[in-house]
């Protein structure tokens, strides 16, 4: 069976970064894998996202109206009337209780991509939550009614993740390192990883600035024999295979690094991202490395190191991670969408 029409409702800035918008991504990817349509309508977009959402072929559509707002929610119901939508997907902290009742009043099914459990209410039909450690309790005691998706085993991957995903051999020296810390990174994080790493002549570096970055000046002036800078990638997989370890700021990015066998040092940004983090440092499967507004150089350079020479450490996290994360959570979701079609 083929599932109908979706439109998805997402933003992406530097305020919020591009997590939202590349997750949803995923998820139009698997839908029209699976032979349905998708369209994608934002009021907030950077520039750079476009062309991984036209090569796809999903039609876009703006919102002029203030993000999560009952015009909003109007201006979203009238684009996925235009669409034959059958389902709208929400995903985005902005979009209450009330917006998601206006789509649903309007005879859409909903589908939620939500990770703090905080809304009032949540009507809708499907809920996704990836988060390592959510088993929906959350949800039942504010009296949900969806059908709950809970865990890694839904986090929306790309087709680049979930395509091909080889044998990973984990090399002797670790000291391939990734820096990547989200769409945007809006702490600035990266060039100061950078200097706290300069010292460590024997780490091969590559630093990814993603699509909402906007200081790109600022990492243009790092020189460092053993530093690479990369903007925007189309092929960020590739970059995650090659590496040994990632310094992230938790988000998507945990997931598609666990996909790929990578060692992450991971930061957290928020509380949900803190207790996702400190859960999966307690089962070795990453680096615990606290906030990011407490980023410590002296204990990052450290945690590297110690990586760099642990090949059996490494090795575990491999092994843990892609038990996590197999890169099917896509898959999963779009047909728990065609089941919920049928009933």
């Not at 983090?277 to 410590?296: I, K, N, Q, Y």
């Amino acid at each position: 069976m083929k599932p109908n029409g979706v439109l998805i409702r997402g933003d992406a800035s530097l305020a919020i970064g591009a997590g939202h918008v590349m997750r949803c991504l995923a998820l139009a990817q698997a839908w029209q894998d699976a032979g349905g349509t998708v369209g994608f309508a934002a009021a907030e977009l950077p520039n750079a996202l476009l062309p991984s959402l036209t090569k796809e072929g999903v039609s876009l559509n703006e919102v002029r109206a203030t993000p999560g707002g009952r015009e909003d929610a109007s201006e979203t119901v009238a684009h996925a009337h235009r669409l034959g939508a059958d389902w709208v997907v929400i995903d985005g902290d902005r979009f209450g209780s009330d917006y998601l009742e206006t789509i649903r009043a309007a005879g859409f099914r909903v589908l939620l991509i939500d990770d703090f459990a905080d809304r009032d209410s949540f009507p809708a039909d499907l809920i996704v939550n990836p988060n390592f450690g959510e088993d929906g309790e959350a949800y039942r005691k504010r009296g949900a009614a969806a059908r709950l998706l809970m865990g890694p085993s839904y986090a929306l991957l790309r087709r680049e993740f979930r395509e091909g995903v080889e044998r990973r051999e984990v090399r002797q020296t670790g000291n391939r390192i990734l820096v990547t810390l989200g769409g945007s990174d809006p702490e600035n994080l990266t060039p100061k990883i950078a200097d706290a790493l300069a010292s460590c002549s024997d780490l091969e570096i590559t630093l990814i600035a993603g699509p909402g970055y906007d200081r790109a000046d600022e990492l243009r002036k790092l020189n460092a024999s053993n530093l690479r800078v990369i903007f925007n990638p189309p092929n960020v997989a590739q970059f995650m295979r090659d590496s040994d370890q990632a310094i992230i700021a938790a988000g998507g990015t945990l997931g598609e690094l666990l996909s790929m066998g990578c060692a992450v040092l991971s930061y957290s940004r928020n509380i949900v991202q803190a207790r996702v983090v400190r859960a999966l440092s307690h089962r070795g499967v990453v680096v615990d490395m606290g906030e990011t507004r407490h980023f410590d150089p002296t204990k990052l350079a450290a945690s590297v190191k110690e990586l760099v020479d642990s090949r059996l450490g490494r090795e575990r996290m491999t092994k843990l991670g892609r038990m996590l994360v197999d890169g099917l959570g896509t898959t999963r979701v779009v047909k728990a969408a065609q089941q919920s079609e049928v009933q």
